[in-house]
């Protein structure tokens, strides 16, 4: 399928979904779908670096975070512009904010992007085990930062006020939702075209063998940085809605470990070599987890995540996506 | 600056760092020597903690002498972890990343029944060392820090002979710099490794009785020493026992000073800001090879 049928088919599945949660009326919907869509979007992000260059991030929850905070900070600075610019710009200010958030969420991704990017300045060029190290540090230096950053609510919490209603759709949550069906087409758009570009290619041959590929002339380095770069700002893009849909963020909740432990788990049971793996597993365990939170408890959801993740490492080595490629394969034979 | 405070904090550095070098010993063995990346590894060392603890509120046992009995089952966990590691990733050579993901699934379900059995509420034990302290002129030396200190040390040094001067011990050096030569000497390479890696899940029981020991611990407090001992066994230098001590040490005293100086909300930021700082500058550690 040509990339623009894909968005095309895309924007057809996503208008149905919308129409029929609609339909279905209920405002929870919206809120547990909403999540779903997040980790699509996060364990999506994570593959492309994880699944097509083979180096494992820890660090989802910091660039979540990241995205979620500099919408606190540039909210924050809206509320506070009277105090903060001369009185001579209060026009200027008057009329940028409070931000739209759109604009919101694309500062977030340059953040997390550009702290990708040092971040993987600094260890990209060592063996892949201080990459996923170094990144699960890099969630604990930014949280100890937040934390006493007082400015953003620090240790305290920060509160966003969302509008109640909106024009045209009406319930914010719809229009969040609506935010993050739009983000889950960028990213699985993105994830697709890299696949089927010079770039996925190069990000294999990192992945199978990166010594080899660097003696053939690969840039490693360089292609590390961009899927780095890449996976970053769209964990940050991810994050940046979250204090509209939250009302309230606070450190612990925004760096929050089942982030990062839902965004591997996810693409490592739907597979992680084809960008449908990712939203595989996070279609099925976002899903889960919500029936598990409502039914059960939020701690056994965790449980439930942590074994599949184990089970299907173990057992099923490539997710869904390779279990099915594998039944067509014998078919096929047959 | 008030130089007696630094004096006092530099010895309270110096007993966490000491006990900090017990918690990271086992990582030492397993990410140093075997190249395994047990992140995992303070799952275990909270599931030591919470042992102590039953054992002695039940019983009234001292929690290191109950470390010391449980040693022969959590060397049998630890080669039991190693080998389902082992026949479903290492065999195969997959172990970068999706060794990885199962080690992390397995922090997150331990402590996910840590905190289904225990739940959130912190969690001591009662000893006669905990309350009292000594004293020398102006230094302090708390009970409940010396003793995991000095006890610490003494594993250490136990562990250090036996790596350098038996037969098993010499062997899990050589796995980590040549599993092929070890083979052609007639040793099964995956045995010793497994050997190897049930000492380090057994450090983990020790390690988990000093920990309560220090601090009331929740099952969330495992994450913050996941950074502290990959920077302690990175800054140390992989494979090198006495860097550890070395680097935990160090990273102890600063750790205080910091807590001291500017506010225990700071001190995390410490460890992870040394360990991407020895990434960047130095990655073959103090005592690397």
């Known amino acids: 399928m040509r990339t623009p049928l894909f968005i095309f088919w895309q924007f057809v599945v996503a208008a149905a979904l919308f129409g029929l949660f609609r339909y279905i009326g209920n405002d929870y919907v919206f809120f547990a779908g909403y999540t779903v869509l997040e980790f699509i979007v996060l364990a999506t992000a994570w593959n492309i670096l994880g699944g097509y260059c083979g180096y494992v991030n820890f660090g989802s929850a910091g660039f979540f975070a990241l995205g979620a905070y500099s919408t606190i900070f540039l909210y924050t600075v809206g509320q506070q512009a009277d105090d903060i610019f001369p009185e001579s710009m209060a026009q200027v200010t008057g009329l940028i904010f409070p931000l739209p958030l759109p604009v919101l969420i694309v500062f977030g991704g340059m953040v997390a992007g550009l702290v990708g990017l040092g971040m993987g300045y600094l260890t990209l060029r060592l063996r892949g085990v201080f990459f996923a190290i170094g990144t699960l540090a890099l969630a604990v230096v930014l949280q100890t930062f937040i934390v006493n950053w007082s400015f953003v609510g620090g240790s305290r919490g920060a509160y966003v006020i969302p509008p109640n209603e909106i024009a045209v759709l009406g319930p914010y949550i719809q229009y969040l939702f609506l935010l993050m069906l739009l983000l889950v087409v960028v990213a699985l758009t993105t994830a697709r075209l890299i696949e089927r570009s010079r770039l996925g290619y190069g990000f294999a041959t990192i992945r199978d063998d990166e010594l080899a590929a660097e003696a053939c002339g690969v840039p490693t380095l360089r292609l590390k940085l961009i899927a780095t770069v890449l996976s970053g700002a769209l964990m940050g893009m991810a994050g940046a809605p979250f204090p509209f849909y939250i009302g309230y963020v606070e450190p612990g909740s925004a760096f929050d470990l089942s982030y990062a432990v839902n965004s591997i788990a996810m693409p490592m049971i739907g597979g992680t070599t084809m960008w449908a793996g990712p939203m595989i597993g996070a279609i099925l365990l976002g899903t889960l987890q919500q029936l598990a939170t409502v039914t059960i408890s939020s701690a056994a959801n965790l449980l439930i995540v942590g074994l599949l993740l184990i089970g299907f490492v173990i057992v099923a080595p490539n997710g869904i996506v390779g279990l099915w490629q594998k039944w067509i394969g014998s078919r096929w034979k047959s | ?281 130095r990655p073959s550690g103090l005592l690397g090879r």
């Open chain 2, 1 to 281: 600056m008030d130089f007696n405070l630094l004096i006092n904090a530099i010895i309270a550095g110096l007993m966490l760092g000491a006990f900090y070098a017990a918690v990271t010993a086992g990582i030492s063995i397993s990410f140093g020597m075997l190249d395994i990346v047990n992140i995992a590894h303070p799952a275990f060392i909270l599931l030591g903690s919470y042992i102590a603890y039953i054992v002695n509120v039940e019983l009234g046992v001292d929690p290191i002498i109950v470390s010391i009995l449980v040693l022969p089952a959590f060397y049998l966990l630890g080669g039991a972890v190693y080998q389902i590691y082992y026949l479903s990733f290492e065999k195969y050579g997959q172990e970068s990343l999706r060794g990885l993901a199962f080690f992390f699934g397995l922090l997150f379900v331990t402590e996910v029944c840590l905190l289904l059995i225990f739940g959130v509420d912190y969690r001591s034990v009662t000893a006669i060392y905990m309350g009292p302290s000594l004293r020398f002129w102006q230094l302090e030396f708390p009970l409940r820090l010396l003793v995991p200190a000095l006890a610490s040390v003494a594993m250490f040094l136990g562990l250090q002979v036996y790596l350098s001067r038996t037969f098993i011990g010499r062997a899990v050096m050589a796995v980590s710099q040549d599993p092929m030569a070890l083979r052609l000497m007639a040793v099964d390479p995956t045995r010793i490794k497994r050997i190897a890696f049930g000492m380090s899940i057994a450090t983990a029981s020790m390690a988990g009785a000093f920990l309560i020991i220090i601090q009331p611990v929740i099952p969330s407090v495992g994450r913050d020493y996941i950074g502290r001992i990959f920077a302690i066994c990175v800054l140390g230098g992989l494979g090198s026992l006495p860097g550890t001590l070395i680097a935990a040490l160090l990273l102890g005293v600063i750790e205080s000073i910091t807590s001291v100086f500017y506010g225990p909300s700071w001190s995390p930021a410490v460890s992870f800001g040394l360990l991407l700082l020895t990434l960047a500058v």
